[in-house]
């Protein structure tokens, strides 16, 4: 049976929705070896700017030993640098920016978390000017000047916000959480939403927690996880290490993304000789940085997502049929001017 134009045309938008929505589901990612620096044998990827610069550690023995160095990856190429605070690095920020040492944390004002206060308390230093938060250990910091971290004491840990007008906020009512399985605020994005640890104080394995502020809530990402996590020292459980804009978690071996749970080892090619094991760093286009082993050797990373993002089904069904009317249309429009011509 032969199809008409507009008939085919139906026919090949159906097939083409069937084959977007499939690759929808699919998420592949390209794998770099970031490589080392001049000396070392071994390197450790921290975190990722919003042009994919890179910063972390390369050393030989450990990432903290006398012989570590901090780079910078930019263009393909790895350079030393001396970040904020000193080594080893830690962040960096769209400017361009590295913290370390002392520092963890700055957001693109330039605003650094880290060091020690005017009262000898946990510190932030806003627009230059150092400030004591007191027991209010911070972890991150958004581009609005909100903090995440803990309010910590002997025996207990408060998963808590700090900003400058107010100071800190107990998040334990929100998070369901109580100071006796302890809890902190690993990081905060621009919308408020929080990647939380629990049971740190507690027996329990950690567990990983996203609280979306929006709609105030809670989402245990370490029940989506399962056991599907790679096991080390200080990580025991599905913990999450960092959160882009977009709510996309990475941690111990997994990302979490729009409700899906995936290792990381299944989204590389299979044969690559790479296994996967930590990711410490996400921007906000999906590139992932951290650390694993290649051909047995430890190496930094970088994981590019090789399938951009697919425009929701909705939005891919309207813009169908308007090219469905538009076709349709011209047609119509087509058959009236000869009509007029011959008339």
């Known amino acids: 049976m032969r199809l008409s134009p507009l008939r085919h045309l139906f026919w090949t938008l159906g097939l083409s929705l069937l084959t ?10 390209s794998v770099t070896d970031l490589g080392t620096l001049p000396g070392t044998t071994q390197s450790e990827a921290r975190g990722i700017n919003a042009s994919g610069q890179i910063v972390g550690v390369s050393y030989n023995t450990t990432v903290d030993g006398s012989d570590a160095q901090s780079f910078i990856y930019t263009n ?46 946990n510190a932030v230093t806003i627009g230059g000017t150092v400030v004591d938060t007191g027991n209010f250990a911070p972890f991150s910091i958004n581009n609005s000047g909100v903090l995440a971290g803990s309010i910590e004491g002997t025996g207990f840990s408060v998963p808590s916000t700090w900003k400058y007008a107010t100071g800190a906020q107990n998040l334990n009512s ?50 989506l996880v399962g056991n599907r996590y790679i096991p080390g020292p200080g990580f025991p459980g599905a913990i999450g290490t960092a959160l882009n804009n977009h709510d996309q978690i990475v941690g ?12 990381l080892n299944s989204l590389i090619p299979a044969g690559s000789g790479w296994n996967l094991t930590q990711a410490l760093g996400i921007n906000d286009s999906g590139q992932i940085v951290g650390t694993g082993t290649l051909d047995g050797q430890t190496r930094a990373f970088l994981l590019s997502p090789t399938v951009q993002p697919v425009p929701e089904p909705g939005t891919i069904v309207i813009f169908a049929f308007a090219t469905i009317a538009g076709v349709g249309t011209q047609r119509l429009n087509s058959r009236r001017n000869v009509n007029r011509a011959t008339s």
């Open 252 to 263: 111990n071996g997994w990302l979490y993304s729009d409700g899906t749970v995936s290792t």
């Open 20 to 29: 977007i929505t499939t690759a929808q589901g699919s998420a592949l990612y």
């Open 174 to 223: 929100q998070l369901n959480t109580t100071s006796a399985q302890g809890a902190e605020v690993l990081r905060i994005n621009d919308a408020g939403d929080l990647l939380v640890l629990k049971n740190i104080q507690a027996t329990n394995p950690t567990a990983t927690l996203l609280y979306n502020a929006a709609a105030h809530s809670v989402t245990n990402i370490s029940d």
């Open 76 to 121: 393909g190429q790895m350079t030393a640098v001396t970040p904020i605070g000193g080594g080893p690095a830690y962040a960096i920020n769209d400017s361009g920016q590295v913290v370390g040492g002392k520092y963890t944390g700055i957001n693109n004002a330039g605003d650094i978390i880290g060091g020690v206060g005017p009262h000898g308390g």
